[in-house]
């Protein structure tokens, strides 16, 4: 992340970032997060189709610390 308004909350401690928190820094759930992903950038501004998108989310949600393991 690189400045405050990307994290949380706009919360410099907040480990998590503005996409999976809401607006007071608390974390979305895996659910919301991964349909936002989804529906809003993989299949809203990349044009993706929902199965590939989906995978796309999964993916890219892996590689975030609140979603690692999932």
Known sequence: MMGDRD???S???N???VQCCDG???LRSYEDVFRRLVE???????????AQAEVA???????????RGR
Do not use: I, K
């Not at 989310?57 to 979603?67: E, F, I, T």
């Open 24 to 26: 007071a820094g608390r």
């Open 57 to 67: 989310a999964r993916n890219a949600l892996a590689q975030l610390p609140a979603w």
């Open 7 to 9: 994290h949380g909350g």
């Open 40 to 50: 809003r950038d993989f299949m809203g501004t990349n044009g993706m189709q929902r």
């Open 15 to 17: 480990p998590y970032c």
């Open 11 to 13: 919360l410099a401690d």
